[in-house]
């Protein structure tokens, strides 16, 4: 089993949808949770970062880590073109010195 | 808004040529990361590097690679005999402190090796 899934798409869906997107992981000592967005040929952009169980939310973004599970999610509202990118989940457990552990990424793009 | 600064944005170079990869993190960061990107894969761990020591490497990271931080700025990624299968993105990455999970990354360096 990989240590971080996540479904790599394509994902496509209009204008001003919510999106949500996930990742399954199998490390239970995975403490810390973020979301990163790609654009092609660049440097992933932090968009969400998040300790232990809960939720987080800033502006249309609003990130949700379920440990129980082993899930998390990113839901975007109000989506905008500009929002086309590739979405990555990235993790680390405090013993790992702060290594993170990506998945695979999932692409998306919003239609005017 | 402070950004990790890597150069060149791409270098091409003949298999079992050096090169060495260059990085600026963010000033007042503590934490340094390699990560490498082939097209198309996951972003892969390399490197981490902590009070001038390497704190942790993957499976990667073995004796061709090696991390320098020379003049407490810079901080480089050097390969010693490039292989094809080091062409890839490679990120630079830093965090300001050990309880910051949020690190920043650079635009990358694409290497090609031919």
């Known amino acids: 089993q990989k240590e971080v899934e996540q479904d790599p798409g394509p994902l496509s869906v209009p204008e001003g949808a919510i999106v949500s997107l996930n990742c399954t992981y199998s490390n239970s000592a995975f403490q810390y949770f973020m979301w990163y967005r790609q654009y092609s040929r660049k440097g992933p952009e932090l968009l969400m970062y998040t300790y232990s169980s809960g939720n987080k939310e800033d502006g249309r973004f609003t990130a949700q880590v379920d440990k129980s599970s082993k899930y998390i999610s990113l839901f975007i509202r109000d989506s905008q073109p500009s929002d086309s990118a590739t979405y990555l989940c990235?993790?680390?457990?405090?013993?790992?010195?702060?290594?993170?552990?990506f998945g695979q990424g999932t692409e998306l793009s919003v239609k005017p | 808004e402070p950004e990790v600064t890597q150069t060149p944005s791409h270098q091409v170079t003949q298999m079992g040529q050096e090169v060495i990869l260059r990085c600026v993190p963010i000033s007042n960061h503590l934490y340094f990361y390699w990560y490498r990107q082939i097209l198309g894969q996951k972003v892969e761990f390399l490197v981490s590097f902590y009070n001038n020591e390497i704190s942790e490497k993957s499976e990667i990271f073995d004796d061709q690679f090696s991390v320098e931080r020379p003049d407490g700025s810079n901080f480089t990624l050097k390969i010693r005999s490039t292989k094809l299968e080091d062409s890839a993105m490679y990120f630079c990455?830093?965090?300001?402190?050990?309880?910051?999970?949020?690190?920043?990354f650079g635009s990358g360096t694409r290497l090609t090796v031919v």
């Open positions: 990455a830093s965090r300001p402190d050990s309880a910051n999970y949020g690190y920043t």
């Open positions: 990235a993790m680390s457990a405090y013993n790992q010195g702060g290594k993170l552990i």
